[in-house]
């Protein structure tokens, strides 16, 4: 079983449609949780940081960590076509250290116009 | 764009070769971070140097290698190539070791297939 477990998808929604995105982890020291996108032929750009647990948002983004459940969300309000890409949580129990980080597969989403 | 520039964009060689990626980090950036990228592993992560000199060893085999030059680029050299090697390989930047905001930015990858 992977430390960290992601539904690869694809997921496929309308626009303006609300997407959730989820990852579980088995690893109870992890603290740190994050969540980039990846547009296809391109590098993975982090979208989203948070520690330990509650929600943070940032414009049509949340981001939320249950770490009671090990289970982190990314909710996606009133998606866009440009929102079509792949979405890769990572996390660790080391702040900041990069080279920590575990990474889920990616899910794969799709939003159609 | 990132400011992470990574060639060649697309490497395509057979078994037994040995290939040079390159990486140039974003100005200012002293971090560099290698990661192989495959459909079945996800993101792992290779290597990291800091300023010149490597700071920490991920799951990086010993055919593969990987140095940080004064000017800062970094080259991740892969011998005796293998099909399994086939993959994406990014570079990522950042301006410290680790701190707590360390926000690694990508490169676009290099696509390898080792025919």
């Known amino acids: 079983q992977k430390e960290v477990e992601q539904d690869p998808g694809p997921l496929s929604v309308p626009e303006g449609a609300i997407v959730s995105l989820n990852c579980t982890y088995s690893?109870?020291?992890?603290?740190?949780f994050m969540w980039y996108r990846q547009y296809s032929r391109k590098g993975p750009e982090l979208l989203m940081y948070t520690y330990s647990s509650g929600n943070k948002e940032d414009g049509r983004f949340t981001a939320q960590v249950d770490k009671s459940s090990k289970y982190i969300s990314l909710f996606i309000r009133d998606s866009q076509p440009s929102d079509s890409a792949t979405y890769l949580c990572?996390?660790?129990?080391?702040?900041?250290?990069?080279?920590?980080?575990?990474w889920g597969l990616g899910t794969s989403l799709a939003v159609n116009p | 764009d990132s400011g992470v520039t990574q060639t060649p964009k697309h490497l395509i060689t057979a078994t037994g070769q040995r290939v040079t990626l390159r990486c140039s980090p974003r100005s200012g950036d002293l971090s560099v971070y290698w990661y192989q990228q495959s459909l079945d592993q996800g993101l792992q992560f290779l290597i990291q140097?800091?300023?010149?000199?490597?700071?920490a060893k991920g799951n990086i085999l010993e055919r593969f290698s990987a140095q940080q030059f004064p000017d800062l680029h970094s080259e991740l050299n892969l011998s005796s190539l293998e099909l399994g090697d086939s993959a994406l390989y990014f570079c990522?930047?950042?301006?410290?070791?680790?701190?707590?905001?360390?926000?690694?930015?990508f490169g676009p990858g290099t696509r390898l297939t080792v025919l």
């Open positions: 990522a930047s950042s301006a410290h070791r680790h701190t707590s905001t360390d926000t690694q930015y």
């Open positions: 990572a996390m660790s129990a080391d702040a900041g250290n990069n080279r920590k980080l575990i």
């Open positions: 140097y800091y300023n010149g000199e490597e700071r």
């Open positions: 690893n109870s020291a992890f603290q740190y």
